[in-house]
């Protein structure tokens, strides 16, 4: 068990561009969840998947961000045209079966320029 | 509004010695799930300990241990015996069943030699 990976660990682009991060969460765990967290402050839930279903999003989803999880395994993240205000580290984690214990990621820190 | 507060930005303690993070919540909800957080600098967050609402005794793992306070909506840290390692941000958390955290601000913790 190698734990969350998250791939690019670094992304930097130029405003207006699309990104697209993956994850890939601890084998058989069956729970997923992105979260952001910019600088000075805690995480904040974004949106999680129970297998290949999105169950909820916050608000902070904006239409420009999509997230899909298709075939309940590894999921991805993107942004679309980009702002500055993305720029944040975007956190992965997950959790199996009705446990509440989330196990998190090394993170993507995006940087628009 | 749902939030956890985290009053101490920063705190610092000696090696050898004990040291208490705060963390107070807001929740009218009666059972959920508190956790602790360690994000040491660059690497991925790691869950330090957990404590459910409905349970009356105090969470304890080695070295940290908890003081809940529920009528008071405190979940304190304690971390004895300090460590060069124990060196990170830490963050406090809460889930209400809805496997969606939201976290504190954060303290980042400073150990010295």
């Known amino acids: 068990d190698t734990g969350v990976s998250q791939d690019p660990r670094h992304k930097i682009t130029k405003r207006g561009q699309n990104v697209t991060f993956r994850c890939d969460p601890i084998?058989?765990?069956?729970?997923l969840y992105w979260y952001r967290q910019t600088l000075g402050q805690g995480p904040e839930f974004l949106t999680y998947?129970?297998?290949?279903?999105?169950?909820?999003k916050s608000r902070l989803l904006s239409d420009r961000f999509s997230a899909e999880r298709p075939k309940g395994s590894f999921s991805t993240l993107e942004i679309q045209r980009t702002e500055q205000g993305d720029s944040a580290m975007y956190l992965c984690?997950?959790?199996?079966?009705?446990?509440?214990?989330?196990?998190f990621g090394p993170g993507t820190r995006l940087t628009v320029t | 509004a749902q939030t956890v507060t985290q009053s101490q930005p920063e705190m610092s303690v000696q090696e050898a010695e004990t040291v208490t993070l705060s963390c107070t919540y807001d929740?009218?909800?009666?059972?959920?799930?508190l956790f602790w957080y360690k994000q040491p600098p660059s690497r991925q967050m790691i869950l330090v300990i957990r404590?459910?609402?409905?349970?009356?005794q105090n969470a304890t793992e080695n070295r940290f241990s908890v003081n809940f306070q529920k009528a008071a909506k405190s979940f304190s840290l304690k971390i004895s015996d300090s460590q060069l390692g124990d060196a990170a941000m830490y963050f406090c958390?809460?889930?209400?069943?809805?496997?969606?955290?939201?976290f504190g601000t954060g303290t980042r913790l400073k150990v010295l030699a």
């Open positions: 984690a997950s959790s199996q079966g009705t446990s509440y214990e989330q196990y």
């Open positions: 084998s058989e765990h069956n729970r």
């Open positions: 998947f129970q297998n290949e279903a999105q169950l909820e």
């Open positions: 929740t009218s909800e009666s059972d959920y799930y």
């Open positions: 404590q459910e609402a409905y349970k009356q």
């Open positions: 958390a809460y889930d209400l069943g809805t496997y969606k955290y939201i």
